[in-house]
């Protein structure tokens, strides 16, 4: 799995969007660009994946580079609820290699009021 | 649906002990993992398990056991307990998407302390 790098810590003010960046400049071309989060304490939640395209789903909005190098996690209206360490992770998804998730350090969020 | 259930959310085990940590999941999931995670560090994978009858060694797999006789349960043995492996551990399970990729999910946690 290619590797990845967050920035360690960000902050956002409630109500604006949280932008997240990664950087995957190894990333291969089958594979995928996940993100997950972790609120303290609880298990990891999925938040979106994509390949190539640009995804959005309730949750939030990837944006992919052209040269798939990077990616932007955008969640459009933080709350005080999205608060947590920020995974992105980078895998090939596939009937040998199954769930296998990588977990690196992350981007610690802090949405402040 | 219950999700992924885990049990037991807390545990204290003297060194040498063994003991299981359930794992369950009645979304009909193909794949399952098991993750360790210590004090201020992100998950590890120990094993993980591509359907019934079919488990792997992740990045982590000393000291514990795994077996997945059915869809829905994948046990975590621990074979003689030791301090170190002192942790918070997930169970998760996924499915393959539409588009490609999967979605997984992950159950509470176990906290398992070793004195």
């Known amino acids: 799995d290619a590797k990845t790098t967050q920035p360690p810590s960000m902050d956002c003010a409630e109500g604006r969007a949280a932008n997240l960046p990664c950087n995957h400049s190894?990333?291969?071309?089958?594979?995928?660009v996940y993100w997950y989060r972790q609120i303290h304490s609880q298990g990891p939640q999925y938040i979106i994946h994509?390949?190539?395209n640009n995804e959005t789903n309730e949750m939030a909005s990837l944006i992919i580079t052209e040269d798939r190098k990077s990616s932007t996690l955008i969640l459009p209206h933080a709350t005080l609820r999205d608060t947590a360490v920020y995974y992105c992770i980078v895998r090939v998804f596939g009937e040998t290699s199954g769930s296998r998730l990588t977990f690196g350090e992350g981007t610690q969020l802090t949405v402040n009021p | 649906n219950a999700g992924v259930t885990q049990t037991p959310k807390f545990q204290v085990l003297k060194t040498g002990q063994s003991m299981t940590l359930q794992c369950a999941q009645d979304m009909n999931h193909e794949y399952m993992s098991w993750y360790r995670q210590d004090p201020g560090m992100g998950l590890r994978l120990i094993h993980y398990s591509v359907g019934a009858g079919i488990t792997d060694q992740g990045e982590v797999p000393n000291g514990y056991n795994v077996s997945r006789s059915t869809t829905e349960d994948f046990p975590l043995r621990l074979l003689s307990a030791a301090p170190s492996q002192t942790s918070v551990y997930f169970c998760a399970s996924s499915y393959s998407t539409a588009g490609g990729g999967d979605t997984q999910y992950f159950g509470p946690g176990t906290r398992l302390t070793v004195l």
């Open positions: 190894t990333i291969s071309g089958n594979e995928y």
């Open positions: 994509g390949l190539k």
